[in-house]
């Protein structure tokens, strides 16, 4: 029997389901096979058979999608792979002995940013799994005196990077500080806080249940960073002297590019210091702005905050502690959705503002029109 070759393709698009998630999407899906033999008496021969095996493949594809493998994804990275294997699996199962080369999985027209927001975390997951600490133990160590979260934004043009954190710190005079910093396109800024006790300690109990000292010991992988990039780090100071070492005992966690492959730590973390901070009292505010000339600082200021911050209200845009987007103008930032911190130095929109932007949409939650971004400027739900 001659080898048959054909194309196939589903007539109309397919519904599929992801595992874990209560949506349907539909897609359309095209490929070849190179058929090596086949039950004649069912298929017949010639272009007969050519029409009647090609029919086969193409009403399989529903079925193999809904027999997708737990833990993988319809979208996601390996998927015409996998879809090849179910169908020479289906096809054998028919009589019909094939090699099986899936062209395309597509999702049809419209259908994508609703496919984000359903399964945009699964699919992330996918394509970069997140760090596990599951069965790492820590070393001995003395109380966590000292902990930061910073953030790195780096882009191509001049006066696009810009630089965020957090630091935690335990003082010897038993006052807990933390100091929020941001600094970006000629100015700077610095806030501190006075923290509760026991909101600094969930901090402590974090770094602890999460192993994230023995974390740092570790070589992790992590995506290549793209040339505009925002990229994190952790770092946590013991204080050692009981065990017989130092008092500041320092060691660090290179994230890579943020929200990544530490991204649920991450998470975590800031969640943790945004508390510190909501909780806190703001005791201290320092803005610092380039005057344009080398060197040249003006407008430094040291002035105490008394004001309630759930009454402060800003103008202008603003950037992003969390993931460095500059111009945001709402209440959420349009790229990460983190909200519009209350003390912040607001810096204007310019030209080499960071982050994807595209043509504005009408939020479905609320519906706020002219959002640029991933997250609504307003509630700060998902596009």
Same mark, same amino acid.
């Given at each position: 029997?001659?080898?048959?070759?054909?194309?196939?393709?589903?007539?109309?698009?397919?519904?599929?389901?992801?595992?874990?998630?209560?949506?349907?999407?539909t897609a359309r899906v095209t490929g070849s096979a190179a058929v090596?033999?086949?039950?004649?008496?069912?298929?017949?021969?010639?272009?007969?058979?050519?029409?009647?095996?090609?029919?086969?493949?193409?009403?399989?594809?529903?079925?193999?999608?809904?027999?997708?493998?737990?833990?993988?994804?319809?979208?996601?990275?390996?998927?015409?792979?996998?879809?090849?294997?179910?169908?020479?699996?289906?096809?054998?199962?028919?009589?019909?002995?094939?090699?099986?080369?899936?062209?395309?999985?597509?999702?049809?027209?419209?259908?994508?940013?609703?496919?984000?927001?359903?399964?945009?975390?699964?699919?992330?997951?996918?394509?970069?799994?997140?760090?596990?600490?599951?069965?790492?133990?820590?070393?001995?160590?003395?109380?966590?005196? &000292?902990? $930061?979260? !910073?953030?790195?934004?780096? =882009?191509?043009?001049?006066?696009? /990077? +810009?630089? #965020? &954190?957090? $630091?935690? !710190?335990?003082?010897?005079? =038993?006052?807990?500080?933390?100091? /929020? +910093?941001? #600094? &970006?396109?000629?100015?700077?800024?610095?806030?501190?806080?006075?923290?509760?006790?026991?909101?600094?300690?969930?901090?402590?109990?974090?770094?602890?249940?999460?192993?994230?000292?023995?974390?740092?010991?570790?070589?992790?992988?992590?995506?290549?960073?793209?040339?505009?990039?925002?990229?994190?780090?952790?770092?946590?100071?013991?204080?050692?002297?009981?065990?017989?070492?130092?008092?500041?005992?320092?060691?660090?966690?290179?994230?890579?590019?943020?929200?990544?492959?530490?991204?649920?730590?991450?998470?975590?973390?800031?969640?943790?210091?945004?508390?510190?901070?909501?909780?806190?009292?703001?005791?201290?505010?320092?803005?610092?702005?380039?005057?344009?000339?080398?060197?040249?600082?003006?407008?430094?200021?040291?002035?105490?905050?008394?004001?309630?911050?759930?009454?402060?209200?800003?103008?202008?845009?603003?950037?992003?502690?969390?993931?460095?987007?500059?111009?945001?103008?709402?209440?959420?930032?349009?790229?990460?959705?983190?909200?519009?911190?209350?003390?912040?130095?607001?810096?204007?929109?310019?030209?080499?503002?960071?982050?994807?932007?595209?043509?504005?949409?009408?939020?479905?939650?609320?519906?706020?029109?002219?959002?640029?971004?991933?997250?609504?400027?307003?509630?700060?739900?998902?596009?």
């Amino acid at each position: 029997m001659a080898e048959l070759t054909f194309k196939f393709g589903t007539p109309a698009p397919v519904t599929f389901r992801e595992h874990g998630c209560d949506k349907d999407f539909t897609a359309r899906v095209t490929g070849s096979a190179a058929v090596s033999a086949y039950a004649l008496a069912r298929y017949g021969e010639g272009e007969a058979a050519e029409a009647a095996l090609r029919k086969a493949a193409s009403e399989l594809v529903s079925d193999c999608l809904a027999r997708w493998p737990e833990g993988k994804l319809v979208m996601g990275p390996g998927n015409r792979e996998i879809l090849n294997g179910l169908l020479e699996t289906a096809l054998s199962a028919a009589g019909v002995t094939a090699k099986v080369e899936v062209r395309s999985i597509d999702l049809i027209e419209g259908q994508m940013d609703a496919y984000m927001q359903a399964c945009g975390e699964a699919l992330r997951e996918c394509m970069c799994p997140s760090v596990r600490t599951d069965g790492l133990t820590d070393e001995p160590h003395g109380p966590l005196i &000292g902990l $930061s979260y !910073n953030l790195s934004s780096h =882009g191509m043009m001049m006066g696009s /990077s +810009s630089s #965020s &954190g957090d $630091s935690l !710190n335990w003082n010897r005079d =038993g006052s807990i500080i933390l100091t /929020s +910093s941001y #600094s &970006g396109g000629g100015s700077s800024s610095q806030t501190e806080y006075r923290v509760k006790p026991e909101v600094a300690e969930r901090v402590r109990d974090y770094v602890a249940r999460e192993h994230l000292a023995a974390l740092s010991k570790e070589k992790i992988p992590t995506p290549q960073a793209c040339d505009n990039f925002t990229s994190s780090s952790i770092a946590m100071t013991f204080d050692d002297r009981a065990l017989g070492g130092s008092p500041f005992e320092m060691l660090h966690i290179q994230c890579g590019p943020a929200g990544m492959t530490f991204r649920k730590i991450e998470d975590e973390i800031s969640e943790l210091l945004k508390a510190c901070r909501e909780s806190g009292e703001c005791i201290q505010f320092k803005n610092t702005e380039s005057d344009g000339t080398p060197g040249g600082m003006l407008n430094l200021m040291n002035m105490p905050m008394a004001a309630d911050p759930s009454t402060t209200q800003l103008s202008g845009s603003w950037a992003c502690p969390k993931c460095g987007h500059l111009g945001n103008a709402g209440a959420f930032c349009a790229v990460c959705a983190a909200p519009r911190p209350t003390f912040e130095s607001v810096k204007p929109a310019t030209a080499t503002q960071a982050g994807p932007l595209s043509d504005g949409w009408t939020c479905a939650n609320c519906g706020h029109t002219g959002n640029g971004g991933r997250f609504c400027v307003n509630c700060g739900s998902p596009r």
